[in-house]
Structure formats: structure tokens, C-alpha cells
């Protein structure tokens, strides 16, 4: 479904369907003894939309079942960012509940059947994840589960999700986005107020660690080492760097084109061979920027890879053969943090404070521009920029190559 339209239906259908519920909860607590101090059965963690925040989650699923051994781990997702969760390998892949959202009709009858698994697994510890999503936090409730974890505004006008979430904690725009999944895991059995307040000792320790990388198929790796040298032979026994160019649903990450353009005409006058990566919709974009560097440099090796993987497997498998990426905020920036490549990372709409890969290999360039980050939890990731991004114009393609070099020199 259209971005658009996702928020249109959470704001106007979810408003009153968070009040209605918060009013049947409360009625149900008068007869209900929740036992607060009860070990969890199993857990649900709802990570519906953002593909890289499943990367950033990695240690909060890794303490979950430390924590609570005994309770099985599931997840509630949209079904197109299960194989990035599959990859990690935190949740047994038969606890792993998608939904689609390629329709109203298809999404509505699979939150139907993914509450019916929640509901007969037992779950009575739902973990909502998502920014102030009303859809995530009616979906708590749906499971079951006895307590429901998520973000709250507490004293904040607006932002209004009912008060069914029964283990509230504040959202924290200063703290790493990881630190704050932690924060919820840590709420299940939180006695304080607010949820979060937590000792200095454990707080100290509350921050996201580099996620391991993943075990690719033995055979992705030189799979696609022969189908680049056979499909592109001019690339080949030169270094090679990924860029992605796409804003992909917020146009708005984007750095301009033209900048893309100059850094790509540094690293083949380097002596780099340089591929565009990207999904199908992007080819368009992709095959600009090629037809930009090979005008001023005819047959330069700068290749369109847009649609060119057929999984994330196999764009893992490509990370693993180039030596750098310079990327978009998005999803193959946290994806790159699986891998062993270097990243360069372009924010502005965005901060890297709450959203920067959890790795050493990625450099975040960010320009401090005073009305950024614009994509916020309070405003549902809908910018009020009329797209003039200065954020990222203002970031040179000067800098970037000298950082890009700095990385194509380290071992």
C-alpha cells in the first residue's frame, strides 16, 4: 500500500480503535489479577516496516533470550523484511508471523491470521517496536499477551495510542535507537516510573553492540563473483564500490544526483570500478548516473546493478565481494553492518545519533543543518521539507572521496 495511505488509515481508524480499546482494558482490569512478578510464556516482538531496524534490534533479541530462556521468541513483520531476520537467525523461523501489506484486503486478512498464531502460541509478552504506530499497538492487544511494551508519550501532547500499553516508556530522541530497544526488553519486568529509569550500572550497559556477521551460502559468494565477470567483463581485477542512489519511499534521504555523479567520476579516475545498486524502480535513476560518468568518461567501468540481485542474500553476497558502499540512508547501510564492507552513509533527514549501523567499518556523514532530522517519531517520518534537502546538498563530493579513499586504503 501507498505510504500515504498506511497513515491516513493509522491516524483515522486508529484513533478511535485506540480509545475503544483502552476503555474495554480498562473495564477488563477490574476483574483481571495480573500477575506482575509471572515469568513470560512467550514473547512477541512487533517490527512491522523498517527493514534496517531489524539489524539495529539484532542485541535486543540476543538479550531476550538470555533473559528469558524459557519463553519462545517470535516476530510480528511485514512480510517482504523476513529474510533479513531469517538471515540473522534470533527468531526460530517457525515463530516468525508476516503480514502483508501489498493490499487492504491482503493485510487485513493476515493480521487475522498471524493474531490467531500469536493467540494459540501463548504469547503474554507483546514488545511494539514501531514509532508511535497505533496499527502495532492494537496488534499487542490482539496477541493476547498480558503485558504490552512500547513507546508512550506520557506528558507529550499528541501522539495520542490509548493506554492499553500497560509497560509505557518514553521515547527518547537523544538515545541510539538500539539503546531504546533495549529500554523496551528491559520495561517487561520494570517496577519504575518511567519504565526506562534504570540504575546507572544497567543503563551503562544499555547500548547496541556490532551484530555478528551472517553465514551466507557457501555457494552465494563465488556464484556472484562469476555472474558479474561474466556479464560485466570491464570491471574485472579492479577495486569495486556500491553506491545506492535511491531515496526508496522518502525521496527526500536522497543525496543529489549530481553529487553521486562527481564522486563516481573521482573513484573511476582512481582506477575503481563502480556499480549502482538498487531495486527495479530505481533503474531509471541508476542508468542516469551511468550515462552521467561515461559522458565524461566514455567506457569507463560503471555498471547498472538496480534489480540485478534476486534476494538479500545474494546483495549480502555482493558486499562481500566490493570493498566499499557509499549509500542513502536505508536499508543497505544497516544491511552492510551483516558484512565485512565498508560503508560510507549519506544522513540528513535522518541523524545518525539514533540511527548510525552499530559497526567501525561505516562513517556517517551528517551536516548539523538546523531543521534536521525532519523525519521524526512525532511526525510519523512525514517531513514538512518542501525538498529542497540542503541537509545533503551541503555535503561535498570532495569530502566523500577523500573519506571513500581513506577506506579503499585500509586492509
Not at 169 to 177: G, K, Q, T
Not at 326 to 333: E, F, L, R
Request: hydrophobic residues 45%.
Amino acid at each position: 500500500m501507498n505510504i500515504n495511505l498506511q497513515r491516513w488509515i493509522d491516524r483515522w481508524a486508529g484513533i478511535p480503535l485506540c480509545a475503544a480499546v483502552s476503555g474495554i482494558d480498562a473495564v477488563m482490569r477490574r476483574f483481571r489479577n495480573d500477575d506482575a512478578n509471572k515469568a513470560p510464556r512467550a514473547i512477541v516482538v512487533i517490527l512491522l516496516s523498517e527493514m534496517g531496524s531489524l539489524v539495529l534490534a539484532h542485541d535486543m533479541f540476543a538479550r531476550l533470550k538470555q533473559r528469558y530462556p524459557d519463553a519462545p521468541l517470535h516476530a510480528l513483520l511485514f512480510g517482504k523484511n523476513r529474510e533479513i531476520l531469517d538471515l540473522m537467525k534470533v527468531v526460530d523461523p517457525a515463530n516468525v508471523h508476516t503480514v502483508n501489506d501489498k493490499s487492504l484486503g491482503g493485510l487485513l486478512s493476515s493480521l487475522w491470521k498471524a493474531i490467531g498464531e500469536l493467540r494459540r502460541a501463548n504469547v503474554d509478552v507483546a514488545i511494539d517496536c514501531e514509532l508511535f504506530s497505533r496499527i502495532s499497538s492494537l496488534l499487542s492487544y490482539a496477541s493476547g499477551a498480558r503485558i504490552r511494551v512500547g513507546f508512550h508519550r506520557h506528558t507529550q501532547e499528541g501522539l495520542y495510542r490509548g493506554s492499553h500499553i500497560n509497560r509505557p516508556v518514553p521515547y527518547n530522541p537523544y538515545h541510539h535507537i538500539s539503546a531504546q530497544f533495549l529500554t523496551l526488553a528491559r520495561a517487561i519486568d520494570s517496577t519504575a516510573v518511567p519504565k526506562s529509569k534504570l540504575p546507572a550500572n544497567m543503563a551503562a550497559t544499555a547500548t547496541g553492540k556490532p551484530p555478528p556477521h551472517v553465514q551466507l551460502d557457501a555457494a552465494l559468494v563465488p556464484g556472484i563473483q562469476m555472474r558479474l565477470a561474466q556479464d560485466f567483463p570491464a570491471i574485472a581485477g579492479k577495486p569495486l564500490v556500491l553506491v545506492y542512489p535511491g531515496g526508496g519511499i522518502l525521496p527526500i534521504r536522497a543525496w543529489p544526483l549530481a553529487s553521486y555523479t562527481a564522486l563516481c567520476e573521482g573513484l573511476v579516475a582512481d582506477g575503481c570500478a563502480v556499480a549502482v545498486i538498487g531495486l527495479k524502480d530505481d533503474q531509471a535513476l541508476a542508468r542516469q548516473l551511468v550515462a552521467n560518468v561515461q559522458a565524461a568518461f566514455p567506457g569507463s567501468p560503471v555498471i547498472d546493478l538496480t534489480g540485478y540481485t534476486r534476494s538479500i542474500s545474494e546483495l549480502l553476497a555482493l558486499f562481500h565481494i566490493a570493498r566499499l558502499l557509499v549509500t542513502n540512508d536505508g536499508g543497505p547501510g544497516q544491511f552492510a553492518a551483516l558484512t565485512p564492507i565498508w560503508t560510507l552513509m549519506l544522513f540528513g533527514p535522518e541523524t545518525p545519533g539514533l540511527y548510525a549501523p552499530l559497526t567501525p567499518q561505516c562513517y556517517s556523514f551528517y551536516s548539523q543543518w538546523p531543521c534536521s532530522p525532519c523525519l521524526t517519531a512525532y511526525n510519523h517520518r512525514s517531513s514538512y521539507c518542501d525538498g529542497d534537502n540542503q541537509c545533503l546538498k551541503v555535503i561535498a563530493p570532495e569530502a566523500v572521496l577523500a573519506k571513500a579513499r581513506e577506506c579503499l586504503a585500509a586492509p
